[in-house]
């Protein structure tokens, strides 16, 4: 397995699940100390950093210490005893990272098997697709992102990037009060506001996919939109006027993610494409506006190809066009 530096120390990980599985009882700064195996001062040192983080944890050195609610902090420990399957093995976080996406990347680089997921509370360079960039407030949102090895060809990678918007709309869905809606190929929206995007990268030949990596950006529980996504992005948080845990959300979504991937594999591309037919009002009969790095042109979408390719027939009389990658846009 490779490492990588700047991940979350395995034993902040270890003094975060030690309070979260003793919430009731105020445990003393030397009983911390000894069990994760550090000074004291250390101890106090990452409680202040937790704190930072918004996690409520109550006392001071002298008195010890307890937390006042279970915290919704992404760390490997809080999540990998409630996973079981492909993506529970290896869960690296990290307080603060460029991109999850190109953590994701040099993982796959350096060898790591498939299914190993990254997480970060907070992003620098989170990056969107088309060279766009991904806005990451410090764990306000779900910054995730898998690392697989599909035994598929890829001119299939189109359908890994619609498993993702499928899992994360079935995850997202237990959250919300109105049903989410998926935007080819993975945009989530509700009430038309995109609150999850997804950018799929890999490294391949033509006929293998040495790894390729899903990133998820879940808006979760910012209280507000920067002012040039006003309008056009929103949050759980915003749609429901309440805050979401985030933990919660991220193991559906993982459990979702490796339900709809082994289905995939084990019965190929129909499920889910059925699938994205019946939760996505993109599929058929949408006006759209498509923009690709060479042309922008109007028309109405007619389903999808068996490779999860967009079909969208022409205003302009030029038939029906596959549209492989671009920005989709309903138009009136
Ligand atoms: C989009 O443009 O809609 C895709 C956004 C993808 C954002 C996620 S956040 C986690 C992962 N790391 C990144 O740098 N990007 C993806």
């Known amino acids: 397995m490779a490492s990588l530096p700047g991940t979350t120390d395995r034993r902040i990980d270890a003094l975060l699940t030690l309070l979260a599985e003793n919430s009731t009882i105020v445990i003393s700064g030397a009983k911390i100390a000894k069990e994760i195996g550090v000074t004291r001062q250390q101890v106090w040192r990452w409680i202040e950093q937790l704190r930072q983080l918004g996690v409520r944890v109550k006392g001071h050195p002298r008195t010890g210490y307890h937390i006042e609610r279970v915290p919704d902090i992404l760390v490997p420990q809080m999540l990998s005893h409630r996973l079981y399957g492909t993506f529970a093995r290896r869960i690296l976080h990290f307080f603060k990272v460029d991109s999850t996406n190109s953590v994701a990347m040099r993982l796959g680089e350096l060898g790591e098997p498939h299914g190993a997921v990254v997480l970060a509370e907070e992003q620098t360079a989170g990056r969107g697709r088309a060279g766009r960039s991904w806005t990451s407030e410090k764990s306000a949102g779900i910054y995730c992102s898998i690392l697989l090895r599909p035994p598929i060809p890829p001119a299939h990678a189109p359908l890994l990037t619609l498993v993702a918007g499928l899992a994360a709309r079935d995850a997202a869905a237990e959250d919300l009060d109105a049903l989410p809606d998926i935007r080819w190929p993975n945009d989530l929206l509700v009430d038309g506001r995109k609150f999850c995007g997804i950018l799929t990268e890999m490294h391949a030949e033509p006929d293998r996919i040495h790894?390729?990596?899903?990133?998820?950006?879940?808006?979760?529980?910012?209280?507000?939109?920067?002012?040039?996504?006003?309008?056009?992005?929103?949050?759980?948080?915003?749609?429901?006027?309440?805050?979401?845990?985030?933990?919660?959300?991220?193991?559906?979504?993982?459990?979702?993610?490796?339900?709809?991937?082994?289905?995939?594999?084990?019965?190929?591309?129909?499920?889910?494409?059925?699938?994205?037919?019946?939760?996505?009002?993109?599929?058929?009969?949408?006006?759209?506006?498509?923009?690709?790095?060479?042309?922008?042109?109007?028309?109405?979408?007619?389903?999808?190809?068996?490779?999860?390719?967009?079909?969208?027939?022409?205003?302009?009389?030029?038939?029906?066009?596959?549209?492989?990658?671009?920005?989709?846009?309903?138009?009136?």
């Open 211 to 332: 790894y390729a990596v899903i990133g998820l950006g879940i808006n979760v529980n910012q209280s507000k939109m920067p002012a040039d996504l006003t309008g056009i992005a929103t949050s759980l948080r915003m749609e429901t006027g309440k805050a979401h845990s985030r933990l919660e959300l991220l193991i559906r979504l993982l459990q979702y993610f490796d339900r709809y991937y082994n289905q995939f594999l084990a019965d190929g591309a129909l499920p889910v494409l059925r699938r994205f037919a019946q939760v996505s009002s993109y599929y058929e009969g949408k006006r759209v506006r498509i923009t690709t790095a060479t042309e922008s042109f109007t028309g109405t979408t007619a389903g999808l190809e068996p490779s999860g390719v967009l079909r969208v027939a022409r205003d302009d009389g030029r038939g029906i066009e596959a549209v492989l990658s671009g920005d989709v846009a309903e138009v009136s």
